[in-house]
């Protein structure tokens, strides 16, 4: 780990991100896009940054919002369920907010869900009323069910939670879900969702006062950047001046194009970012409208 723990002025901006599970790849893929790269330690806890003075730190993603709070490491990659939980445990203990969601970034998508035994006849939250419910996130569930008006016991597990029911721990559980497969396989099913979640930059709750500021403006343009053009491709095409407002119709999903006259001025050529799906279907509709000369490009960087 670098010398330089908790100093208040620095130079060079620290990420925590996980060391291994459903986060690392993708928010280390994401950070290579956005042009970073770093020699890596043999311990590989610290990874030292070379394209630009910003570091790597290695870690449990649970430890991120505090690793934040304590001002070890600047900004994380982490689940908003894991940082929602740790928010509302402060709020809970009156401390002050010392971290934040500063951008969603599109992957590590699930939801943190109410579920119950499959032979439940559920109408509603209050049937909840008296219930012990197992959960790891027993901040957001206590919230919630406040917002509901619902008293109900809640047990806190630190795993193995959809199997609580079956074991007799608790009637009903708190827990993340995807796909719903685990939870079927444990005869419960979900029935509401109380936090949508995704992987977000966590960042503190005040703006940095030293370089660190320029440095973390510098990667959230280029992470917009990155995010923005994601699911996004280059579409080009021509066709004639008269069918071009039908075709501006059929793309929605574009920025605003740049259009210009090629053979007189009787053809238009157009180039457009679009972010939605490009179908062969779309495609096709375009040609059917009069567009020709279709190509779809992938975009690799972008720079509002
Ligand atoms: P660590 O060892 O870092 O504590 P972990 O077991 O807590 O790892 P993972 O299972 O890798 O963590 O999940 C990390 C994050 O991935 C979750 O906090 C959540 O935001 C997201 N995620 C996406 N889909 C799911 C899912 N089906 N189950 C659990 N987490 C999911
Ligand atoms: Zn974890």
Redo the contacts with the bound molecule.
Sequence with gaps: MSPVANSAVRDRLRIAI??????SEPARALLASSGLSWRESRDKLFCYGESLPVDLLLV???DIPGLIAEGVCDLGI?????LRELINEREESGKPAAFREWRALGF???RLSIAVPDVWDWQSPTQLAGKRIATTYPNQLRAWLRTQGVQADIVMLNGSVEIAPRLGQADAICD????GATLAANQLKPVLDILQ???VLAGPAHPFADARADLADLLLRRMDGVLRIRDSKLLMFQAPREAMNELLQLLPDAEPPTVCAVDGADTLALQALCHGAMTWQRLEDLKRAGARGLMVLPVERMLA
Excluded at 78 to 82: C, F, H, M, T
């Design positions: 996980q060391k291994s599970g459903r986060l449990r993603d649970d982490v689940g908003r369920n894991v590590g998508g699930c993340l879900v995807s796909s979640s995704e992987a």
